[in-house]
Structures are given as structure tokens and as C-alpha cells.
């Protein structure tokens, strides 16, 4: 039995704040942020909103469009590295407030790679049948461990959360392929300090990015024995438009068959993927039988891949 996707959603806080909007904050200017970044604005969740409401909102959305209640659900992952608490859980957290059973939930911590690490969890346990339909949520408040003194970084990121529904789906179809990996002596790069604040070597963190993302899905449809022309549209984590270029010139793909969202919501760490995914199929953008790629990178170091027949 195939794991693949049976609903997605997504959630984004209203609140917009823009390039110009930086340029009151920090040392900055919108062209500066839009070249070498391809950020125009990103959402910034209130302070009355935490990580666990917008898990929330996209759980909701994404069980919607599963036509599933929480009832259906034998598990809960959430990726995520800006929890409400420690403990408990995110996961735990929305078991109680979707009013699912009591299922089985647990937070995952791999930063950007989160969703990726999610989903390949997600299908061991409904490949072993032992459970059936497991949700999947990305979601990050980075806006409350951002250094807003720093332009190095605070322009980067914004909040929001994705989700999707994994269970079972005729065999050919869903998660065909996948890689993991982490390299934790890169853990200097890009990490959370004793402030609480995230703190990151760019120009590293830049040099790992454009050599894993273009690697790890070459990987993925190589592990098929298929040919990168066979791919049809690629979602990688939305860092840094240049990052994002460089794993879609590498499967010699056109613009169109590539997510962008990082123009209107920034770096939404493990919730870039499952939201422009969301966007993705809300927009019709990928179509039945397609061969999907979804590829991230984030602090650990980590990275995660996985080719999909939509
Ligand atoms: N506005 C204006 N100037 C800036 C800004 C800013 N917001 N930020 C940095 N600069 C300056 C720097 O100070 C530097 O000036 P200097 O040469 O006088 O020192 C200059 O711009 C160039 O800096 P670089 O680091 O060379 O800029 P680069 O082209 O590498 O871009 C960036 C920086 C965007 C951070 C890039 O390195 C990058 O995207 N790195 C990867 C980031 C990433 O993907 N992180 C993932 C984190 S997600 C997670 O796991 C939570």
C-alpha cells in the first residue's frame, strides 16, 4: 500500500509586512531584500496568536478538503522548531483541540526540513498498515525568536502553517521516493542562542543550500530510475529565490513548474513547503498524475526530499 496526500491546507496570519515596512525597522532597502532574496513582504502572526493556533486553522483546512473530520485521524506530527512550549507538544496540542481521539502525536524538530521529515514518517507507519490516515503540519512563529535589531536576518522570515492529510492511495500513486539527511557538525551555521534569538552564518548556510537542494532531487527521481525531465513541478523550501533557482536549473525545469510563494510570505521554515503546496493545488497547479518534488534544507544541518505521484 502507497502512502500519498489526501487533503492539504494552509493558514497565513492577515497581518503584511512589507519591504518598505522593513526599511523602518532595520538598516535596509526593499531592493536590496527583493535581489538577493526575492522576499517582497512576509505575515507576521499577532501577539495573541501562537504556533498552535495556526496549526489550527491549516489542520482545519486541510481535513476539509480531506472530507475528514479529527475522528479519522490515527496520528499527529507537527514540524516545527517555534513550539508554544517545550512540552507539551504542538502535536499534542491539537489532538485536544480538533477533538481527535487519542491518538498518538508528536512534535518533530528538524527546522526547514520538518515537513519533509513529517512526511516520511507519515508514510512508514501507513506502509506498515499500522495506522491509516495520519496528519501533517508545518507551522512556525518566527517572528518570536527573530532579532528584529538584525538586518541579517529579521528580513528573512515570516509566520504561517501548512498541513496535509497522508493515507493510503492506489499503489504507483503518493510517496514513491525519499531522502533524509543531517550533517550535525554544520549545527554552528544556523541555530536558536541563549536569547532565544536565531542566529545564521548566510554565506554557509547559502553554500550547503544550492549544493543539497539541486542534489537531493536529482536523488529522489534517480532512486525511480526515472529522468529529470519527468518531473512536473518542484516545491523546494522557500529561502531564498537564488536557492530555489538553483535545484530547479538542475531538473532543467521552466519557472512555471516551480512554487514560488516566498515573494509574499518570506521563509516560513517547515511550513514553506506544505503552504506553497497548498497554494499549489488550490491554484490547480498540479494536476492528476503528476511527478512532484518537494525538497528542503534547515538548520541541524538537515535536508529531505520526496518524489510524489500526485
Ligand atoms: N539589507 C541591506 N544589507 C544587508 C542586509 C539587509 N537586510 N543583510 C545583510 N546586508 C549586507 C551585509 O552586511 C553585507 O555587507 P558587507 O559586505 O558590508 O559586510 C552585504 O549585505 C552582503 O552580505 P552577504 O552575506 O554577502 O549577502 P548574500 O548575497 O550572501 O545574501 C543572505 C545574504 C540573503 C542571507 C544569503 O546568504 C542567504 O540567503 N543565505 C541562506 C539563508 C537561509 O536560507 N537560511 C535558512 C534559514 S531557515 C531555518 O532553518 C530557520
Same mark, same amino acid.
Given at each position: 500500500m502507497d502512502a500519498g496526500l489526501l487533503g492539504t491546507g494552509h493558514y497565513v496570519p492577515e497581518n503584511v509586512l512589507t519591504n518598505q515596512d522593513m526599511e523602518k525597522i532595520v538598516d535596509t532597502n526593499d531592493e536590496w531584500i527583493r535581489t538577493r532574496t526575492g522576499i517582497e513582504e512576509r505575515r507576521i502572526a499577532s501577539d495573541d496568536v501562537d504556533t498552535s493556533d495556526m496549526a489550527f486553522f491549516a489542520a482545519q483546512n486541510a481535513l476539509n478538503e480531506a472530507n475528514m $473530520?479529527?475522528?479519522?485521524?490515527?496520528m499527529i506530527l507537527v514540524a516545527t %522548531? $517555534?513550539?508554544? $512550549?517545550?512540552?507539551?507538544s504542538v502535536a499534542c496540542m491539537l489532538q485536544d483541540r480538533l477533538g481527535a481521539g487519542k491518538v498518538a502525536a508528536m512534535d518533530i524538530s528538524a527546522a526547514c526540513s520538518g515537513f519533509m521529515y513529517g512526511m516520511v514518517t507519515a508514510k512508514q507507519f501507513i506502509e506498515t498498515k499500522a495506522y491509516k490516515n495520519i496528519l501533517v503540519v508545518g507551522v512556525e512563529k518566527l517572528s518570536k525568536i527573530t532579532d528584529w535589531s538584525d538586518r541579517n536576518t529579521c528580513v528573512l522570515f515570516g509566520d504561517g502553517a501548512g498541513a496535509a492529510v497522508v493515507g493510503p492511495v492506489s499503489e504507483g500513486k503518493g510517496i514513491l521516493s525519499f531522502e533524509l539527511g543531517a550533517d550535525g557538525s554544520g549545527g554552528k551555521e544556523l541555530y536558536q542562542d541563549k536569547n532565544n534569538h536565531l542566529q545564521m552564518n548566510g554565506r554557509e548556510v547559502f553554500k550547503f543550500a544550492v549544493r543539497q537542494m539541486p542534489e537531493s532531487s536529482v536523488n529522489v527521481i534517480e532512486q525511480l530510475g526515472y529522468?529529470?525531465?519527468? %518531473?512536473d513541478y518542484l516545491i523546494p523550501h522557500q529561502a531564498n529565490i537564488r536557492i530555489m533557482e538553483s535545484a530547479r536549473e538542475r531538473l532543467g525545469i521552466s519557472k512555471d513548474k516551480m512554487a514560488d510563494s516566498i515573494k509574499k510570505y518570506g521563509n516560513n521554515s517547515s511550513a514553506s513547503i506544505p503552504i506553497a503546496l497548498s497554494e499549489a493545488v488550490r491554484d490547480g497547479k498540479i494536476k492528476d498524475n503528476d511527478l512532484v518534488v518537494m525538497v528542503g534544507f534547515g538548520g541541524g544541518l538537515t535536508w529531505g526530499a520526496v518524489a510524489l505521484r500526485w
Open positions: $473530520t479529527a475522528e479519522d485521524l490515527d %522548531v $517555534t513550539p508554544d $512550549t517545550p512540552f507539551p529522468n529529470k525531465e519527468d %518531473v
